[in-house]
């Protein structure tokens, strides 16, 4: 499938819904949990995610879109969630997330984007010259990539127990 933003927005807007149907009212072992030393719960993510949606996306964005001869992109600080999220319930973190992309799809929404905006770039830290177009690709790739992490992890709170049906659970089994 070739990029189509609507098709993005599609996927974007119900990863909150999904999350939400997934965790919510879950005991803390599956969503506190997480795979071993620095790794992710599933309550982690949520954080990171809520975090993405303030100081990555909707921001890089408008560097790209914006007419500003410096097109850099910040650091994205890929574990702030351990202190911005901490002490907060899981139910309060996911009504966070829902209500941050709602309006940062309905922001893009009303750009109307173009081919040729979609087309302008900005400067990663790390990647260099990168496109809107694939920024908003890879927003929507992040969003399915930690869908499968959360499923994983909560997945392999049975590994112990799933018994030899281990060799058909691709999910509980390392590496992945």
Not at 24 to 31: F, G, N
Not at 34 to 55: A, Q
Not at 125 to 130: D, I, L, N, R, S
Request: glycine content about 4%.
């Amino acid at each position: 499938m070739a990029f189509d933003l609507t098709r993005c927005l599609e996927v974007l807007e119900r990863t909150p819904h999904t999350l939400e149907v997934l965790l919510l009212e879950l005991s803390p072992e599956w969503t506190m949990n997480n795979e071993g030393p620095d790794t992710w719960s599933p309550y982690d993510v949520i954080g990171h995610l809520i975090h993405g949606e303030r100081t990555d996306w909707m921001p890089r964005m408008d560097i790209i879109l914006s007419d500003h001869a410096d097109k850099t992109f910040a650091t994205f600080d890929r574990v702030a969630q351990f202190r911005e999220s901490h002490g907060k319930p899981l139910a309060t973190l996911l009504a966070e997330f829902h209500e941050v992309r709602a309006a940062n799809l309905a922001r893009v929404r009303g750009l109307h984007l173009t081919d040729a905006e979609l087309d302008r770039t900005g400067t990663h830290p790390k990647f260099g010259t990168v496109t809107l177009r694939q920024l908003l690709a890879t927003w929507t790739a992040h969003d399915l990539d930690h869908v499968m992490q959360i499923t994983r992890v909560m997945a392999k709170q049975l590994k112990s127990d799933v018994g030899p049906w281990v060799e058909y659970l691709r999910v509980v089994r390392d590496p992945l």
